[in-house]
């Protein structure tokens, strides 16, 4: 089973040894010198790391449990995986087979606990066929970009089979359909029509960055990206707005109200019926048929290659010159970007986070890769992260959006790019639940520099129920000096409380050859809502608008409508 592995490129496994789990181990053993185990102080977080690695890498990530709380401790990072479509292969522990179905000591039926997880989901019934089961899980997962699970009855792996070359890697081939010449033809058409048009991105352009440009520019559209898709255009291009929705930002939300065509390239967005015009033509192009037109009324489906399909848009159409359209949002740009600028020598106590974000892109190098958790760290992420393209990567849980992918995130990384620059950032909320595993980094020595923005709260939460709820209830969170904590596993630790810390601090963490743990310590300040602006005169009164730029510290921040007028 383990040269299965190896033949299909796989280096590393992340899980936590198990009496079920013992004759892999053997295995692991004898092959340590190519298929490197990864001691994770949590299943979880190991899980997370294997899906993390796909994100990053696009090769399939492994991780595994052993029977009962080792197996069910997977859930998290393997929804996280198929709900972001990457492929996980999770070995599962299980009994003997002589034991099985007799109530045996950590004995669960494990095969339909994983049945919603997964797109292939085996108990292994014989030893011969485990190589072959590997290997076809393996093919499922990347066939349909999801988890694989096999379940392993432990004596299996003690029994002597015949050495059989099963694998199937050196077939393995990555394809895409060709887009239909009608439905390019057709969708050139709707552009050409349009006069407020917006191109939106996901992470199926990723590769493309510069097909994408070139569409934008040529067809005079701004651009929207996907959170998982930041990077794919450089932060410092004019035509990008940022991201849509909540985690977002002012220009995107604008740009896509405004819009009277949206052309959607390789994203899956959950809330493009909320926050998208229903009544603005829709352009989809997906390389999953199953995904054209699941989340908005589709004019125009292109079922192809995000890159080839974009290539054949700009052959086929007309360029456009620039439009007002255009100019008003490239305004409204720079507008925003100022205003957010103006915050990053603030030097107010507790801090805020402009001031951190500036410290981290001054000492990112071109090539590092950012793993933000989820929360209001995402908000503040895709907002100050200045990437300078499709060298530097970021990722973070999508649609899953699962609390405590930082640290497992950062750990993967390092190990799949070490000698790249690795940060995660988090908040209190979610790295308390994985702080663990700063061990992990210290064990296998990844120099991972780990940022924790501590308000004391559930920020993303408390926004929300500042919104929908009478009162705030359970998002204040007891505080901790996570540096110290970090000290204690070995690690180097540094609680920052003041701006004039930040400088010295970061300048040793990027120098730092051990895993670093920066605890700064911010103000619980809710971020510029960009999803419910109050700033339109027609919809709000005089008092509430001036209450709300006086929060959010607004003198000059026009909107959208103001300035297409």
């Not at 890498?57 to 401790?73: D, L, Q, S, W, Y």
């Not at 981290?360 to 071109?366: C, F, K, L, S, Y």
């Not at 007891?478 to 920052?496: L, N, P, R, S």
Request: aromatic fraction near 8%.
């Amino acid at each position: 089973m383990l040269h299965v592995l190896k033949s299909w490129g796989i280096d590393h496994i992340y899980g936590i040894p198990g009496g079920s789990f013992n004759s892999t181990m053997d295995a692991l053993y004898e092959e340590r010198e190519s298929v490197r185990y990864i001691q994770v102080r949590h299943e979880e977080v190991g899980a997370m790391a294997a899906a993390a690695d796909a994100k990053l890498t696009g090769k399939i990530g492994v991780c595994f449990g052993t029977a009962g709380p080792g197996a069910t401790h997977l859930f998290n990072g393997l929804y996280d995986a198929q709900l972001d479509h990457v492929p996980v292969l999770a070995l599962v522990g299980q009994v003997s087979s002589k034991a099985m179905n007799l109530n045996s000591f950590q004995e669960m039926n494990e095969n339909p606990m994983f049945a919603d997880v997964s797109v292939y989901n085996r108990t292994v019934m014989t030893p011969e066929s485990l190589p072959f089961v590997v290997d076809e899980a393996i093919r499922r997962a990347y066939e349909h970009k999801g988890v694989a699970v096999v379940t392993l009855p432990v004596d299996y792996g003690y029994v002597d089979i015949p050495e059989i070359d099963v694998s199937s890697a050196k077939n393995h081939r990555v394809g895409f359909p060709q887009p239909a010449e009608a439905d390019i033809e057709a969708a050139v058409k709707l552009i050409e029509k349009a006069e407020r048009p917006v191109v939106y991105a996901g992470q199926g352009t990723r590769n493309a960055g510069k097909e994408l440009i070139e569409l934008a520019e040529y067809f005079s559209m701004p651009i929207v990206l996907s959170v998982l898709a930041k990077g794919i255009v450089p932060e410092n291009h004019p035509y990008l707005m940022g991201t849509a929705a909540r985690v977002a930002t002012k220009p995107a939300n604008e740009a896509l109200a405004a819009c009277d065509l949206i052309l959607f390239v390789g994203s899956d967005f959950p809330f493009a019926r909320i926050f998208f015009p229903q009544q603005a033509t829709f352009i989809q192009i997906d390389i999953d048929s199953s995904k054209l037109g699941s989340r908005h009324k589709t004019d125009v489906a292109i079922l192809g290659d995000a890159k080839v399909a974009m290539k054949q848009l700009v052959a086929k159409g007309r360029k456009r010159p620039s439009t007002h359209f255009l100019e008003a949002n490239l305004h409204n740009r720079k507008n925003w970007l100022e205003w957010l600028k103006g915050f990053e020598d603030s030097d107010k106590t507790p801090l805020r986070v402009e001031p951190v974000f500036k410290e981290i892109n001054r000492i990112a190098t071109p090539d590092a890769i950012f793993v933000a958790d989820v929360g209001n760290v995402t908000i503040d992420a895709v907002r100050h992260l200045n990437m300078t393209g499709e060298e530097q990567r970021f990722t973070t849980s999508g649609l899953f959006a699962t609390m405590g992918y930082g640290v497992p995130g950062g750990i993967a990384a390092k190990l799949s790019f070490p000698e790249r620059q690795v940060f995660t950032l988090s908040g209190d909320g979610g790295f308390a639940m994985v702080m663990q595993d700063i061990i992990t980094q210290v064990k296998y020595n990844l120099p991972v520099i780990n940022i924790v923005f501590s308000n004391d709260s559930l920020g993303f939460i408390d926004a929300e129920q500042e919104d929908t709820n009478k009162q705030k209830f359970g998002v204040g969170l007891q505080g901790a000096d996570f540096a110290k904590i970090a000290e204690g596993m070995g690690a180097q630790g540094f609680t920052v409380t003041r701006k004039d810390q930040l400088r010295q601090v970061f300048d040793e963490a990027k120098e730092s050859k051990t895993p670093v743990v920066i605890d700064v310590k911010i103000g619980n300040q809710r971020p510029f809502p960009a999803e419910a602006m109050i700033l339109d005169p027609d919809i709000y009164t005089g008092e509430k608008i001036d209450a709300f730029k006086k929060r959010y510290g607004i003198t000059d921040l026009p909107l959208l409508r103001e300035l297409m007028k």
